[in-house]
Nanobody
Framework: QAQLVESGGGLVQAGGSLRLSCAAS????????MGWFRQAPGKEREFVAA????????NYADSVKGRFTISRDNAKNTVYLQMNSLKPEDTAVYYC?????????????????WGQGTQVTVSS
């Protein structure tokens, strides 16, 4: 059974950095796109970043471009989200997601697999 487990969330001051990790298990992810979404209180879940598992193609939401970097370690079946220059508006629960279909993950925002989420809080 496919499983995605996030870690690395926490409390940080504005301007600080955090690195989220997503460990994937339960299936072969060599043809899967992986990504991150987030949901702030009272708001809908939104796309943050994505990366193809078998290449270096990435995609970012405009709100995080230049500050966040998504990467992956195929040997460890792990995807990372390096978050720099954090702002209070980045406060949210961050979810890891996976899908074989890039467009379903990035465009539709309806990937087939989700993690349980990790809380990121940025204080001003």
């Amino acid at each position: 059974q496919a499983q995605l487990v996030e870690s690395g969330g926490g409390l940080v001051q504005a301007g600080g950095s955090l690195r989220l990790s997503c460990a994937a298990s339960g299936r072969t992810y060599s043809n899967y796109a992986m990504g991150w979404f987030r949901q702030a209180p009272g708001k809908e879940r939104e796309f943050v970043a994505a990366i193809r598992w078998s290449s270096s193609t990435t995609n970012y939401a405009d709100s995080v471009k230049g500050r966040f970097t998504i990467s992956r370690d195929n040997a460890k079946n792990t995807v990372y989200l390096q978050m720099n220059s954090l702002k209070p508006e980045d406060t949210a629960v961050y979810y890891c997601a996976a899908d074989r279909d890039w467009r379903r993950l990035v465009v539709a925002g309806t990937p087939g697999y989700w993690g349980q989420g990790t809380q990121v809080t940025v204080s001003s």
